[in-house]
């Protein structure tokens, strides 16, 4: 469980974010495919082959437990605080019993903050209290409104993909998949040319699972890609039921598009202050503890002395 400190509207709130059990998951299914790749297979192979596979994909490994992290520890970003409506706004929105109505008062308040919409219909959330802009949806599991919110990964992460974790989602599955590739191509090669008498399934069965996490990984991939070149996301893809659509609102061409995603980084700053706050509050209150401790156990033991003496 992770608590952040964010802007919501003009003050600030304490989100909590619970990791589920996506990372377990995660961290199961790699254990053993560690130990049936690293201390089945590879024991197997000769010293040449074994080296090579060892360093490669150790590589691969690290690369993917980094993007993995950097996953997790993405902050969801926040709709800015100009979109927060007032809350006498937001109960005359409430009194309303037409979406006209509630859209001139969306539109009114629009132009006073010159705040910049590119849909023609405005969408406003009434569990944030607030505008949502272009490609911002509501999380009811994450419970707040995030910038460019592709979609909530439970199986993976338990978090939403958004703004600032899209290149560290796809960087995990280009990783991911360039792994399953190389140890589909070891693991194969010495299926088919050591062990090619032993036709029994065990040896085919590991090589043929890659296989379906290739195709999986390569579908997924291909569509976050075509997704961020056409200025939309997977979200936006299944409610049009349009692939090949081109989003034009602030659509910068597909290169453009894609070195965008690729500039993004995580912003770890507030994560590290916030393990900063509960270190040095830990420290800070270890004396404290300590001597309240210690004098427990001073009252302890004259309490334990004068029951003593009054008993002799």
């Known amino acids: 469980m992770a608590i952040y400190k964010l802007w919501i509207g003009s003050t600030t709130k304490d989100v909590t974010l619970k990791y589920g059990i996506g990372p377990y998951c995660v961290l199961m299914a790699s254990i053993c495919e560690y130990y049936v790749y690293v201390f089945r297979l ?9 080296w090579r596979n060892f360093i490669i994909g150790h590589g691969l490994i690290v ?47 629009a132009l006073s903050r010159s705040l910049k ?31 460019r919110n592709d979609h909530h990964c439970g199986g993976l992460t338990d978090r939403c993909v958004h703004r600032d974790s899209t290149k560290m989602f796809i960087q995990f599955q280009f990783y991911v998949l360039a792994l399953c590739i ?42 976050f890609l075509l997704a961020i070149a056409t200025n939309r996301t997977t979200r936006d893809m299944n409610r049009t039921r349009k692939i090949f659509a081109i989003n034009r609102n602030g659509h ?48 302890a033991v004259v309490q334990r002395g004068d029951s003593l003496q009054s008993s002799i």
């Open 252 to 299: 910068q061409g597909v290169v453009k598009n894609l070195l965008n995603v690729s500039q993004t980084s995580v912003d770890l700053t507030e994560y590290r202050n916030c393990l900063n706050r509960n270190l040095v509050n830990s420290i800070a209150c270890a004396p404290l503890v300590c001597i309240q401790r210690w004098k427990l156990l001073v009252f």
């Open 63 to 109: 690369m993917a437990i980094w993007s993995y992290i950097r996953l997790l520890l993405a902050i969801p970003p926040a709709v800015p605080a100009p979109y927060y409506l007032p809350i006498e706004l937001h109960n005359e929105i409430s009194a309303c019993n037409d979406d006209e109505s509630i859209q001139r008062i969306l539109q009114r308040f």
């Open 117 to 147: 919409i590119n849909t023609e219909h405005i969408r406003y959330c009434n569990a944030c209290k607030c505008i949502r802009p272009e490609f911002a949806h509501h999380c009811a599991i994450c419970k707040m409104c995030i910038l």
């Open 182 to 223: 190389f140890a589909f191509i070891t693991d194969f090669h010495y299926t088919y040319h050591t062990e090619r008498k032993n036709y029994w399934f065990f040896w085919y069965q590991p090589s043929f699972s890659y296989i379906g996490l290739i195709l999986v990984l390569t579908f997924t991939c291909s569509l």
């Open 42 to 50: 590879m024991p197997l192979m000769n010293d040449e082959e074994w």
